[in-house]
T-cell receptor, first 115, second 112 residues
Framework: AQSVTQLDSQVPVFEEAPVELRCNYS??????LFWYVQYPNQGLQLLLK??????LVKGINGFEAEFNKSQTSFHLRKPSVHISDTAEYFC?????????????FGTGTQLKVEL | DAGVIQSPRHEVTEMGQEVTLRCKPI?????LFWYRQTMMRGLELLIY????????DSGMPEDRFSAKMPNASFSTLKIQPSEPRDSAVYFC??????????FGSGTRLTVV
């Protein structure tokens, strides 16, 4: 079975500073990787996804993530954050085979952008 | 497309009552998922369907929970009887194979 670890439950950062949200996964087979964002009282919105090909993936709102197979990581980055980026961010993994297309989520990282 | 549509947005019910949550997936998506989100347990996959067929219901907490997908455009999650510990936000999501799931806005269930 696959699993996802988000080590940081909260990340405070000042506006216009860079940010990295960490995600590590565990799986015995090849995976798809995703980042979702959840604003208060809303559903989850897909930020970006890695399916294959280039290991650097660009998403919406200026976010990007890099797939590192050797370190089993998929960290999310943004060079300059805005107040509106304050939200909870979830990393998720799904496998190519067996379990269909179901997503396994990490516990989430609360990004708090301060002035 | 209007996205994944869930109803109701909020539901408050008394313990012991039956609750039915509804979901309309995005047209053409093969997969439909039901997730539950709580502070204590985070996001949990309850059940998912492929082409209207339940594939994995190992996440359904107990027999009080049931889910159906009678056709490609509609699914329900039913709790009977409901208990206070069922209070949570329930999300429906749909996807193509290998693609990221698109989530609905959720149903916030409160059982008193």
């Amino acid at each position: 079975a696959q699993s996802v670890t988000q080590l940081d439950s909260q990340v405070p950062v000042f506006e216009e500073a860079p940010v990295e949200l960490r995600c590590n996964y565990s799986s015995s087979v090849s995976v798809y990787l995703f980042w979702y964002v959840q604003y208060p009282n809303q559903g989850l919105q897909l930020l970006l996804k890695y399916l294959s090909g280039s290991t650097l993936v660009k998403g919406i709102n200026g976010f990007e993530a890099e797939f590192n197979k050797s370190q089993t990581s998929f960290h999310l980055r943004k060079p300059s954050v805005h107040i509106s980026d304050t939200a909870e961010y979830f990393c998720a993994v799904s496998v190519f085979t067996g379990g269909g297309n179901k997503l396994t989520f990490g516990t989430g990282t609360q990004l708090k952008v301060e002035l | 497309d209007a996205g994944v549509i869930q109803s109701p947005r909020h539901e408050v019910t008394e313990m012991g009552q039956e609750v039915t949550l509804r979901c309309k997936p995005i047209s053409g998506h093969d997969y439909l998922f039901w997730y539950r989100q709580t502070m204590m347990r985070g996001l949990e996959l309850l059940i998912y369907f492929n082409n209207n067929v339940p594939i994995d219901d190992s996440g359904m907490p107990e027999d009080r929970f049931s889910a159906k997908m009678p056709n490609a455009s509609f699914s329900t999650l039913k709790i009977q009887p409901s208990e206070p510990r069922d209070s949570a936000v329930y999300f429906c999501a749909s996807s193509h194979p290998g693609q990221g799931a698109i989530f609905g806005s959720g149903t916030r269930l409160t059982v008193v």
